[in-house]
């Protein structure tokens, strides 16, 4: 297994800009596809992006797109989340996820969470 721990969240404005981290460690980052997931109070755990383990071939929810990137950088073993122009409607928990092989799209494909990070965005 791979272990994971996101960092970066915060309170913020509805405008602002957030970079989120996740580091793994334990397995060969590598090998793996990486995800962001976010939970709402009282509602489900839903996709909001995902990249390969190279790197080429990357996903989105529809919401956040032309908003948010995410990236990774294999030597740090790290994935990031890019998060401008935030709403209130984005704030939930964020969650990393990783998975061997395909891209994490729903949370069945996923074999890792991290524990969350809390983004929170002030209209």
């Known amino acids: 297994q791979v272990q994971l721990v996101e960092s970066g969240g915060g309170l913020v404005q509805a405008g602002d800009s957030l970079r989120l981290s996740c580091a793994a460690s334990g397995r060969t980052f590598s090998n793996y596809a990486m995800g962001w997931f976010r939970q709402a109070p009282g509602k489900e755990r839903d996709f909001v992006a995902a990249?390969?383990?190279?790197?080429?071939?990357?996903r989105y929810v529809d919401s956040v797109k032309g908003r948010f990137t995410i990236s990774r950088d294999n030597a740090k073993n790290t994935v990031y989340l890019q998060m401008n122009s935030l709403k209130p409607e984005d704030t939930a928990v964020y969650y990393c996820?990783?998975?061997?092989?395909?891209?994490?799209?729903?949370?069945?494909?996923?074999?890792?969470w991290g524990q969350g990070t809390q983004v929170t965005v002030s209209s």
């Open positions: 996820a990783a998975t061997l092989g395909v891209i994490p799209i729903t949370r069945l494909q996923v074999d890792n």
């Open positions: 990249i390969s383990w190279s790197g080429r071939s990357i």
